[in-house]
């Protein structure tokens, strides 16, 4: 069949949905970040509520996610994007409000807003990605780097000893009276990204019934701070990361 019969309407199989804009992602290639805006996005365009949405963006390898969401969006200072978000759904309340923050900004200096504001039931999603190291800066140890996993602060890999132990926030979120819908999922293959792309729209779809805080972790990879190929990293992702940060539904609400 000639390429001209081919390209139809008809036959397209995928479209960019409308709620991404049309600059280019910085992120480096291979990063679930760029998967992960996308379903976002897609979530927004199919819920219909893309006029609705109000995006608080983190600093980190997101820092720039305003410029990808044609939503109305604000940034926050480092760790902060919980508080922010607090203020804007409790100045407008039908909005549908999130943020979208890595391991560094949420689990590090942002865990106290993060805790809080889960404990306080604040009827928002948080979108949180953990890629177990500080993407952005250089590769340094995060709160959430496993044992005896290297980074640029931990070059012989981390000791539990001197370092502590890896922290579970979302587990530790879960167990909050605040928290409605916590759960684990990734975006490295097709049936991950469908996985994660219902669990973000039952959070948004929770948040128009104020049900109380939503958090999706999005475990991911960073081939950059790794030093490994994207597929390398896929690969040490699920032998690795997934055994500590077990994928799926942490706290579901009885329905």
Known sequence: MMAENLIKPENLVY???KVMTDKILHYCPGCGHGTAHRILAEVIDEMGIQNETIGVAPVGCSVLAYNYFDVDMTEAAHGRAPAVATGIKR????????????????AAIGTAETIHACN????????FINNGIYGMTGGQMAPTTLEGMKSSTSPRGRDIKTMGNPLKITELVAQLPGTFF??????????SVRKAKRAIKKAMEYQKLNKGTCLVEIVSNCNSGWKMTPIH????????MFPFFPLGDIKVPQE
Not at 91 to 106: A, H, I, R, S, W
């Open 15 to 17: 479209e960019k949905t």
């Open 91 to 106: 100045v407008f309340p039908e909005k549908f409000v999130f943020t979208y923050q890595g391991d560094g900004d949420l």
């Open 120 to 127: 306080r039931g604040e009827n928002i999603l948080i979108v």
């Open 182 to 191: 916590v759960t684990r999922q990734s975006v490295h293959t097709p049936a």
């Open 233 to 240: 990293a896929n690969q040490w992702m699920e032998e690795n």
